[in-house]
T-cell receptor, first 113, second 112 residues
Framework: NAGVTQTPKFRILKIGQSMTLQCAQD?????MYWYRQDPGMGLKLIYY???????DKGEVPNGYNVSRSTTEDFPLRLELAAPSQTSVYFC????????????FGEGSWLTVV | KQEVTQIPAALSVPEGENLVLNCSFT??????LQWFRQDPGKGLTSLLL?????REQTSGRLNASLDKSSGRSTLYIAASQPGDSATYLC???????????FGSGTRLLVRP
């Protein structure tokens, strides 16, 4: 049972480039989330999804896009990368949202230069 | 706006000591509160989840308490071990939202 899998683990982008962070979960969870964590800080929610075909903005959505075409996958798209998007990105999932434990992936380290 | 604060930011204790980590939140209308552990270069692992109707949860050497009225939660670690060294984060989920609001964490070092 792999849990939540994120790729890539590390990436360096140039300003203005675009990329997609991949996230997949094999636990049949309906809820999925993308968070970012800046050094010495807690996590901030970028986008979340309550099921296939449904997504919504979190606290810091600007500069990002998501899609949820299947229950398993929740990719995060960065358009026109900026230095402010240098961060660690975590994908997470949970079943029936609020009442249940949330499971995190191991993170994707992104540097924009 | 909900704000979650964790004090201290860092803590160093000798092995075997019992210790308490603190988490405070400004809006008491929470749905639940979770404590997480984060090892360097890794994701977060959920340790304990306390629903708003509960006062505490226990798992092994860990005990988490919740006092909604005062906006506080504590994570008690008994007989600390070097393997407990990590960053501990608390997060609250509000009634009307599915999002978690995180504190900035307490970095714990247990010295052998």
């Amino acid at each position: 049972n792999a849990g939540v899998t994120q790729t890539p683990k590390f990436r360096i982008l140039k300003i203005g480039q675009s990329m997609t962070l991949q996230c997949a979960q094999d636990m049949n969870h309906n809820y999925m989330y993308w968070y970012r964590q800046d050094p010495g800080m807690g996590l901030k929610l970028i986008y979340y999804s309550v099921g296939a075909g449904i997504t919504d903005k979190g606290e810091v959505p600007n500069g990002y896009n998501v899609s949820r075409s299947t229950t398993e996958d929740f990719p995060l798209r960065l358009e026109l990368a900026a230095p402010s998007q240098t961060s660690v990105y975590f994908c997470a999932s949970s079943y029936e949202g609020a009442r249940n434990t949330i499971y995190f992936g191991e993170g994707s380290w992104l540097t924009v230069v | 706006k909900q704000e979650v604060t964790q004090i201290p930011a860092a803590l160093s204790v000798p092995e075997g000591e019992n210790l308490v980590l603190n988490c405070s939140f400004t809006d008491s209308a929470i749905y639940n509160l979770q404590w997480f552990r984060q090892d360097p270069g890794k994701g977060l692992t959920s340790l304990l989840l306390i629903q708003s109707s509960q006062r505490e949860q226990t798992s092994g050497r860990l005990n988490a308490s919740l006092d909604k009225s005062s906006g506080r939660s504590t994570l008690y670690i008994a007989a600390s071990q070097p393997g407990d060294s990590a960053t501990y984060l608390c997060a609250v989920r509000m009634d009307s939202s599915y999002k978690l609001i995180f504190g900035s964490g307490t970095r714990l070092l247990v010295r052998p």
